[in-house]
């Protein structure tokens, strides 16, 4: 039985609500950190952030996001952030949480594997790489033209966010933002919309023509005609 795969306007409404407040939330989060980190002189950016190779920081990975080194830093990821946080939110708040989890986790690891040793990385940055990566994509996975076409905007006008997720921008944790990416992109299609598939096998059968009928048993008024004809020669 075919199945209304329109969009609710409704519920649509809804979950970007929650995905705005979500974002602020996390916004405001983000920035009483630092001003607890700025309140002790930054104390918790060098117990907190990320260092390379020791297991005793290992879950720093996911305490790094919310630090930041200076004000400056924290007022330009605070933009992207929300922006890209957002988007990646809207459709979903649960399937944005279990996101953010994932891209702070690779973002965290590519710098805790191959960053050089004594050098602390912290900032939202690899985070938002990952919003990044899942919002160009996840169109395509769920073969929605709405975001398809947000991800094909956002990607042509961003574009230029990839320079910094290759070696040569100095401050700039590269790896920090490669992993984030790669973490974005893996999650476009581990949160894809199943729904989707399961609603299209559902249907297909709805498509196939009904079986053949059987020798003797077709219809008595086309037997008929066929009859007419062969009586007058066709």
């Known amino acids: 039985m075919a199945t209304d795969s329109s969009p609710d306007p409704a519920r649509m409404i809804a979950e970007a609500r929650r995905a705005f407040f979500t974002m602020f939330a996390l916004l405001c989060a983000v920035w009483a950190v630092q001003l607890a980190n700025w309140a002790d002189d930054y104390r918790l950016t060098v117990d907190y952030g990320i260092v390379a190779h020791r297991p005793s920081r290992l879950a720093d990975v996911l305490a790094a996001p919310f630090l930041h080194v200076n004000w400056q830093h924290l007022e ?31 973002s965290g690891a590519a710098v805790w594997l191959f960053e050089r040793d004594h050098v602390v990385t912290v900032g939202a940055s690899g985070v938002i790489f990952g919003y990044f990566g899942y919002v160009v994509l996840r169109g395509l996975f769920d073969r929605n033209l709405i975001d398809s ?22 401050g700039v944790s590269w790896l920090a933002h490669l992993g984030g990416l790669v973490g974005g992109l893996a999650g476009a299609w581990l949160f894809r919309d199943r729904t989707r598939t399961r609603g299209a096998a559902a249907t297909a059968p709805a498509a196939v023509t009904a079986p053949a009928a059987a020798p003797g048993s077709a219809d008595p008024d086309r037997a008929q005609l066929l009859k007419e004809l062969d009586d007058l020669g066709l």
Not at 84 to 93: I, S, T
Not at 150 to 156: D, F, N, P, Q
Request: no cysteine.
């Open 76 to 106: 330009g990821n605070s933009g992207p952030l929300f922006i890209f946080g957002f988007l990646a939110a809207y459709r979903g708040v649960k399937k944005f949480l279990g996101l953010t989890l994932l891209v702070a986790l690779t």
């Open 149 to 170: 076409l947000i991800g094909l905007v956002m990607g042509a006008s961003f574009a230029y966010l990839l320079t910094t997720a290759v070696p040569g921008t100095p």
